[in-house]
């Protein structure tokens, strides 16, 4: 079947602007997942989502950054304001429950210029 | 302190050598382990999950899990060149966030022929 899905592939945006990044997870998964990978370095959790339940936020850098999933499906994340350190790879990880395997998508590479 | 630290890189073995790749994590309710391969340029994939204590087998991979010890450990046998990247260890939270997987910042493997 189908994995997951992330897009763009590519994203190059100037200082200041706002970016979305979108996710499609596994079908049927009820968990989905942000994560952040800057050059070289591990993976920085981001925000995750269980069902209809409040998402944990607790890893988000900072006001700038939001997420929502819609029908319980598709995810965006928003970048507010984008500035230099957020240039990153944004993963994105689905899960059938919380807390087994998580399935990763391809990564959408940000850069701010 | 990281909650969980793998062993320092990179490090680099002959082929069909055993390759060993530890892990050790702080929080003692983490209940479930995974190790991830990453090659460079693209998204984790899983090679292994662990719940209980003990060894865990599959093909040339084996999991170890040591929770009185808060100690994980990947081993390869019969090391293959295609076995060289990036491998990522990581553990679920404990409590309500189970989750939330906290990676390990990644230990680099070269298999040289």
């Known amino acids: 079947g189908a994995g997951v899905s992330q897009s763009p592939s590519n994203k190059v945006t100037e200082k200041g602007k706002d970016v979305e990044l979108r996710c499609d997870p596994i079908?049927?998964?009820?968990?989905l997942y942000w994560y952040r990978q800057s050059l070289g370095q591990g993976l920085e959790f981001l925000i995750y989502f269980q069902g209809n339940s409040a998402p944990d936020k607790s890893g988000l850098p900072s006001d700038r950054f939001s997420a929502e999933r819609t029908g319980g499906s598709v995810s965006t994340l928003t970048i507010q304001r984008t500035q230099q350190e957020d240039s990153a790879v944004y993963l994105c990880?689905?899960?059938?429950?919380?807390?087994?395997?998580?399935?990763f998508g391809p990564g959408t590479r940000l850069t701010v210029l | 302190q990281k909650e969980v630290e793998q062993n320092s890189g990179p490090l680099s073995v002959p082929e069909g050598a055993i390759a060993s790749l530890n892990c050790t994590y702080s929080d003692r309710g983490s209940q479930s382990f995974f190790w991830y391969r990453q090659y460079s340029g693209k998204s984790p994939e899983l090679i292994m999950f662990i719940y209980s204590n003990g060894d865990k087998e599959d093909g040339r991979f084996t999991a170890q899990l040591n929770k009185a010890s808060q100690y994980v450990s990947l081993l390869i046998r019969d090391s293959q060149p295609s076995d060289s990247a990036t491998y990522l260890c990581a553990a679920n939270a404990g409590g309500t966030s189970y989750g939330k997987l906290t990676f390990g910042q990644g230990t680099i493997l070269t298999v040289h022929p």
């Open positions: 079908s049927g998964h009820t968990a």
């Open positions: 990880a689905s899960s059938p429950p919380p807390g087994t395997t998580q399935y």
